[in-house]
């Protein structure tokens, strides 16, 4: 009983400090949008190349059931995510929470977490945006960059200039707001699609019934 109850009195706390005046969130996203950035999110940049490598070189077809124990994995953490979110309907995510169910420490731990986390998840896939970057501007317009701005630190690179300014490019979408994002976000989302079937129906044609 007690514990109820100072679980109530946390939900009441996360919920007086958002509703507090100028610290509430216009609801801007619809749930398509919201749809799309998961689906975003789930199609990133290695899809191409990482999912290619990991299959012929380590895992071989066994790598299409990692895929259906990760998408189990997924599926109950979006329900976790989901019951959370009705029972503690305010913005912050993960860190409110475990502010809510954990108390205030644990959640100083949670958020800090996640700021580790999309840094180095950000970083990796500037990385990878911007090798995409440089492949498009030597393929289209036949430039190519000294590995000095665009190969690893190991392999003769200094600062990788494409990843940077694949960075500060999102960086101007997202400060214009989260409806151009979502806007933006949708575009990228449809045209990646469009290659992921182009790609499926090329290699349909290309399977060896022997296999």
């Known amino acids: 009983m007690a514990t109820t109850t100072a679980r109530r009195k946390s939900i009441d706390e996360a919920l007086a400090t958002t509703e507090e005046e100028g610290t509430q969130l216009r609801r801007d996203l619809t749930r398509l949008d919201v749809v799309v950035i998961g689906v975003g999110v789930i199609i990133g940049a290695g899809i191409f190349v990482l999912t290619g490598q990991a299959a012929a070189e380590n895992a071989g077809p066994a790598i299409t059931l990692s895929f259906v124990v990760a998408g189990i994995v997924s599926g109950l953490a979006a329900l976790c995510y989901a019951e959370l979110a009705a029972m503690v ?123």
């Open 89 to 211: 309907p305010v913005a912050g995510s993960a860190y409110t929470f475990s502010y809510v169910t954990l108390g205030e420490i644990l959640a100083f731990m949670v958020g800090w977490d996640l700021i580790l986390e999309f840094t180095v998840g950000s970083a990796t896939v500037a990385v990878g945006a911007g090798g995409y970057l440089n492949e498009t501007l030597t393929g289209l317009f036949g430039l190519s960059l000294p590995d000095a701005i665009t190969a690893p630190p190991g392999e003769g690179g200094v600062v990788n200039v494409p990843a940077i300014v694949v960075v500060l490019l999102l960086t101007a979408v997202l400060v214009r707001g989260i409806r151009p994002t979502a806007r933006l976000n949708a575009a990228i989302v449809a045209v990646t699609i469009g290659v992921l079937v182009l790609v499926i129906v090329a290699g349909g044609t290309a399977i060896d019934t022997a296999n």
